[in-house]
């Protein structure tokens, strides 16, 4: 699904995580969604950044909680400024 701001979502799930409805989000690489920008848009600050290693990826996560709600970024690999997913849920804190 191309977004009015030509992103390109190429995956969206609803699950259960932790007892809350998780919703995750996976982008298209074709256009950088940057993690600058999508801290900027989200208006959160990075609380902690977390390396990740499953499958072929090698990226990293940056969690952060505001609001009640938990926002996930995903790089696709380490050195990416990317986002490759984001995930939204109701912080368990």
């Not at 950044?49 to 709600?69: C, L, P």
Request: net charge negative.
């Amino acid at each position: 699904m191309k977004l009015s701001d030509e992103y390109v979502v190429v995956s969206a799930s609803i699950e259960d995580y932790e007892g809350y409805r998780k919703l995750g989000l996976a982008l298209d690489g074709g256009k950088c969604l940057s993690l600058a920008r999508a801290g900027a848009i989200t208006e959160v600050v990075t609380t902690s950044v977390h390396s990740q290693e499953h499958d072929n990826e090698h990226g990293r996560t940056f969690i952060a909680r505001r609001n009640g709600m938990l926002v996930i970024f995903s790089t696709p690999s380490t050195g990416s400024e990317c986002v490759g997913s984001i995930t939204l849920t109701q912080s368990a804190k």
